[in-house]
């Protein structure tokens, strides 16, 4: 199934407040065929157990995981960073997971698994910032276009908390705002995306 | 974009060679160290001490030996709790004890064992337990300098609210302030919790076997090492183990692909509790 020619390979997601609601409106979206990895940093407290992958199991035709440390990348599957871990990319396109200092007072933290994804993957790599209150995802993302990777955040109009798409439009030129509804349908065009 | 890959290739090679001279000025080996994570903390240093390249942090590195003694504790895994993950303690009390009970006499090895937080807690368990008469604790870093501060036992006062909090949820039969003075910046905590802890020298990337050990605590230090070194400690932690004796990892490592299962049996599947099998 997995459309391994295309011109992406995986997706990095970074969101906080208001993460759940958003990303119902993207994930779900995707289709069984979707071919590309998706690796997921949601803020979440310490202690908060499997219940981001168990939800999004239900609603995914996707299939829907905590990462694990060093496991190899698989297309068409969801990552989730567990709780209280950062996740971490490695150049061979391997999970990896660290219990570090917080970044940006998160762990997981998006920056984290940004600016490691995007070594990994440079032009390969798409980039999301979507709602939330802090500046986690800044950095990373501009590391991403730095690299070559395409980078998207949610418009700010549309984000429930507006801090962490607006730091991500100050901290670079982004590709692309989109409204939270228009980022599920853009990702499936960009999926069977060919290299130019 | 090739040129953007070919600068990432350039500096990874660097990055290898930074590490080469490391281990063979120092013999402190960070070779088989997972790549993302040493590079982050690698980064930092380099960016704050202004260097422009790894090739520059190299003659540093070789050159200054107290520029190296940070990079050291750059890449040292500094950041635990007492009483971490308090289900997982929990799970110790209950499961582990039992059989401890047994022995006239066991010991425990805490393998990278940081600043000491999860040793003092174990001190504590088996203190409560009325277990320490009979216990000898080993506790081993390849950081001396973290090491020293885990022989002190003082910890930021701040800490002490999450401590607490752990210590109660992992079913601490005491008040925890019963562990420890404080003064207004630090705990300090009783220096009779290591009357039976022995802290040495231990490199898990190139030291080999350490006793006959009853338990081995490694919690959250396989997950900096590549799949080549994990395979190694587990290895080496074998081979330290007393039939019967437990292994306990972190929360998020997992023996299940190395060649070391076969010996060992899961008796603790979310708080990743194994146990030697007695053949």
């Known amino acids: ?196 | 974009m090739v040129k953007k890959k070919q600068l990432l290739e350039n500096e990874q090679l660097e990055l290898e060679l930074l590490l080469e001279g490391i281990y063979r000025r120092y013999g402190y080996d960070f070779r088989d160290y997972a790549k993302a994570h040493t590079k982050r903390r690698l980064e930092y240093r380099r960016t704050i001490s202004g260097l422009n390249n790894y090739a520059e942090m190299l003659h540093q590195a070789i050159y200054d030996e107290d520029f190296f003694t940070s990079l050291l504790l750059d890449l040292s895994i500094n950041v635990t709790e007492m009483f971490r993950d308090p289900w997982f303690y929990k799970e110790v009390r209950e499961l582990v004890v039992p059989h401890l009970k047994t022995y006239p006499f066991f010991k425990v090895w805490h393998a990278g064992c940081s600043a000491g937080q999860e040793v003092y807690s174990m001190a504590i368990l088996l203190e409560e337990e009325e277990l320490k008469e009979r216990t000898q604790i080993y506790a081993t870093d390849f950081n001396e300098r973290i090491l020293s501060q885990a022989k002190k036992g003082i910890y930021p006062l701040d800490s002490i609210r999450q401590y607490t909090a752990n210590y109660l949820k992992s079913g601490g039969l005491q008040s925890f302030s019963d562990y420890y003075t404080a003064d207004d910046r630090h705990v300090i905590l009783k220096s009779s919790l290591r009357e039976r802890v022995l802290f040495s020298s231990h490199n898990l990337a190139t030291d080999g076997v350490f006793g006959e050990m009853n338990v081995i605590f490694c919690r959250n230090v396989l997950i900096y090492f590549n799949k080549e070194l994990q395979e190694r400690v587990l290895q080496l932690f074998c081979e330290s183990l007393c039939p019967g004796g437990f292994l306990c990892l972190g929360t998020k490592e997992s023996m299940k692909f190395s060649t070391v299962m076969e010996h060992f049996e899961e008796v603790a599947a979310r708080e990743k509790i194994y146990r030697k099998k007695r053949r």
Request: aromatic content about 6%; proline content about 4%; glycine content about 8%.
């Open chain 1, 1 to 196: 199934m997995a459309k391994k020619s295309g011109k992406y390979q995986a997706v990095v997601i970074g969101v906080s407040a208001g993460g759940i609601a958003a990303l119902e409106k993207i994930l779900p979206v995707l289709p069984e065929d979707f071919g590309l990895a998706l690796l997921v940093v949601q803020h979440i407290s310490a202690d908060g157990g499997n219940y981001l992958v168990e939800h999004f199991s239900a609603s995914c035709a996707l299939e829907v995981v905590e990462a694990a440390d060093k496991e190899r990348i698989q297309q068409g599957t969801v990552y989730f960073a567990p709780p209280n871990y950062h996740l971490l990319v490695e150049r061979a396109k391997t999970t990896a997971l660290t219990v570090d200092a917080k970044v940006n007072y998160a762990r997981p933290s998006a920056d984290v698994l940004f600016e490691t994804a995007a070594e990994a993957y440079c032009d390969a790599l798409i980039g999301i910032v979507l709602t939330g209150a802090n500046n986690d995802g800044a950095a990373g993302l501009a590391r991403i276009k730095q690299l070559g990777g395409l980078t998207i955040v949610q418009s700010p109009k549309s984000a429930e908390a507006t801090v962490m798409p607006m730091a991500a439009l100050k901290a670079l030129t982004v590709d692309h705002v989109l409204d939270l509804e228009e980022i599920g349908p853009f990702l499936v065009t960009l999926a069977t995306k060919r290299e130019e």
